[in-house]
């Protein structure tokens, strides 16, 4: 593995998800294998589980890690070409990243979208113009318009708790009362598109119309408008707010009919959320701490899913 950008980047998905778990038994078996490697993590945005699980990721395959939180504590990055830089931005991306680059071995990279341009963001412009610079295999750690570490953790979290061979995944969207991206829905569709070709689970989507994603994400998935309808027999419900790709980065709905209470489930669905989660806003806390939530379950699981990425890009 060179890059892990999207599921576009795993060759076997079956045998990807056998290697996490194996790896969660005996995490410290491939302990020499980053050895005298480095390890940087540069932030442009704020992060507690991919911070924390990406770094113990790379420490306990006895990498050094380096983390930067870039876009508070390094130079104001331009990423425009063929601009005189005499505005705010200091340091052009093509000298940031190719200096990284030198420093280390591996690199991971989060950078928010903007919500502003749906065109730039889903170009993905920064990501690819960092990865061109610093020339040495690249980690997204949620880039404008995916969040692959966070799939494959829901991925893995998904086997380990299924009781029949092909549950049922529902995607929902919940209310919010900020704009969110869209990163964290597409990238669990792009994954769980993926598994249900693999004949793993069953997928289908539920929102609130006028929250399509971009069908690049959603391909096949079935969308049903009614929540209530979706959920039924569900095995997994998977609860995120995403702002409108239609109507880029706006908030065109908070109906808290949205937000799913503990009777509309049934007693044998569980319950999945990315975190950082709005309590009683997103997601009813009586859920949150009842025996159906696997939220802890996913954050575990990050670790999981860097460190398996991780030993894939050492190993190649
Ligand atoms: N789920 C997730 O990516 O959490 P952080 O934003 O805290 O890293």
Known sequence: MK????????????????????????????????ENKTLGLIFLNPSLRTRLSTQKAGL?????????????????????????????????????????GQYCDVVGFRSFPSLKNRD??????????????CKVPMISLESATRHPLQSFADLLTIEEHKTVKK???????????????????????????RAEKEEMIDFCITHPEGYELAEEFTKDSEIIYN??????????????????????????ST?????????Q??????VM??????????????????PQSLVQAEAGNRLWAAQTVLTEILSS
């Open 3 to 34: 890059k892990f950008f999207s599921v576009n980047d795993v060759h076997d998905l079956k045998k990807l998800v056998l290697k996490a778990k194996d790896i969660k038994a005996s995490p410290f078996s491939d302990k020499q294998l980053g």
């Open 60 to 100: 306990n395959l006895g990498m050094q890690v380096m983390v930067m939180n870039m876009g508070q504590e390094g130079w104001a990055l331009e990423t425009r070409d063929g601009i005189a830089m005499d505005g705010n931005t200091v340091e052009h991306i093509r000298e940031a990243a190719g200096v990284i």
């Open 255 to 263: 109906d808290s009919k949205w937000m799913i209470q503990p009777d």
């Open 273 to 290: 959320h990315c975190l950082p989660v709005r309590r009683d806003v997103e997601l009813a806390s009586s859920i949150l701490d009842g």
């Open 265 to 270: 489930l049934s007693k044998s669905t569980k």
């Open 120 to 133: 730039e963001d889903y170009s993905e412009e920064l990501f690819n113009k960092f990865m061109e610079f």
């Open 167 to 193: 549950p049922k995944v529902v995607l929902t969207w919940a209310p919010h009362v900020k704009a969110l991206p869209q990163a964290v829905p597409n990238s669990f569709a792009e994954w769980m598109n």
């Open 227 to 252: 929540q209530e309808e979706a959920i039924k027999d569900a095995d997994f419900v998977y609860v995120k707010n995403w702002s409108s790709y239609r109507d880029y980065g706006k908030v065109i």
